[in-house]
């Protein structure tokens, strides 16, 4: 029994010594990306013939709820790059945490203030977009902030360890 726990102990994680704030912009980031690959698989988006490439018009809905287009699955995919890419750095992951939330939080008021029936309304947005835009905003910042503030003990934490 001891030789499967030194053995487990052996293998090095790959998250071992990076910066919580890098992680959890990883894991945003290939979230943003798996949603936006969804976006285009019928079954996972329900009335997936009335996709359409921007506007209120489409009729697609992700998981039955979440209305999307080509335009806003191409955005989920290129902000899912973008926080691979800043993930790289400290400095980069915070920004893509608390930027992209401060982003998502302008488009909750967008999606607010927005008629949904108009033009105005390209990506397109609903309801359930607006409280999910709300909720990605405020815990992406968050997320940012504070795993931003761990960074300093996790990697003490980490060097007395090795």
């Known amino acids: 029994m001891t030789g499967s726990t030194a053995h487990a102990r052996a293998r090095r994680n790959p998250a071992d010594g990076q910066p919580p704030v890098r992680r959890a912009a ?48 191409v955005v989920h995919l290129l902000f899912g790059l973008a926080g691979l890419a800043l993930a790289r750095t400290v400095a980069g992951a915070r920004g ?6 401060a982003i998502y939080l302008v488009l909750w008021v967008y999606g607010l203030a927005v008629d949904h029936a ?38 003490a934490r980490t060097r007395r360890q090795r």
Do not use: C, E, I, K
């Open 96 to 101: 893509y945490l608390v930027g992209g939330g």
């Open 26 to 73: 990883r894991v945003v980031a290939v979230v943003f990306l798996l949603v936006g690959v969804l976006g285009f698989v019928p079954g996972v988006t329900s009335d997936f013939g009335d996709l359409r490439f921007a506007g209120h018009g489409s009729g697609a809905r992700l998981l039955g709820v979440f209305q999307v287009s080509v335009l806003h699955n």
């Open 118 to 155: 108009s033009t105005a309304n390209v990506l397109p947005v609903n309801d359930a977009d607006n409280w999910l835009h709300l909720g990605l905003g405020v815990g992406m910042v968050l997320l940012g902030l504070l795993a931003s503030r761990a960074t300093p003990r996790h990697l």
